[in-house]
């Protein structure tokens, strides 16, 4: 099993810049494969970005792509989700999660394991 906590969020202004960042427990981290999801009030969770194990590869929503950046470092049992040129409708409770198998995977009900979220506000 692996326990995720998240941390970065905050609230910026349109155009501004945040860093998430979704710290691991457990010493098999480099075993998941990884994703940010974000859920804005009154919406479904809805997929941001998904890395692989090794880091290698990476998938992104069409909303966010060439926006946002997912990363992660498999030594500080840590995955990144880097956030720039944000705009209103970013704003949303983001959350991390894993899922123990190889690949990229888009859909929640891919993932085992989740965070307790991290709270993005952009204003206009």
């Known amino acids: 099993q692996v326990q995720l906590v998240e941390s970065g969020g905050g609230s910026v202004q349109a155009g501004g810049s945040l860093r998430l960042s979704c710290a691991a427990s457990?010493?098999?981290?480099?075993?998941?494969?990884m994703g940010w999801f974000r859920q804005a009030p009154g919406k479904e969770r809805e997929f941001v970005a998904t890395?692989?194990?090794?880091?290698?590869?990476?998938y992104y929503a069409d909303s966010v792509k060439g926006r946002f950046t997912i990363s992660r470092d498999n030594a500080k049992n840590t995955v990144y989700l880097q956030m720039n040129s944000l705009k209103p409708e970013d704003t949303a409770l983001y959350y991390c999660?894993?899922?123990?198998?190889?690949?990229?995977?888009?859909?929640?009900?891919?993932?085992?394991?989740w965070g307790q979220g991290t709270q993005v506000t952009v204003s206009s």
């Open positions: 999660a894993g899922v123990g198998s190889p690949g990229l995977w888009t859909r929640k009900n891919d993932y085992a394991y």
């Open positions: 457990g010493r098999t981290f480099s075993s998941y494969s």
């Open positions: 890395i692989n194990r090794s880091g290698a590869i990476t």
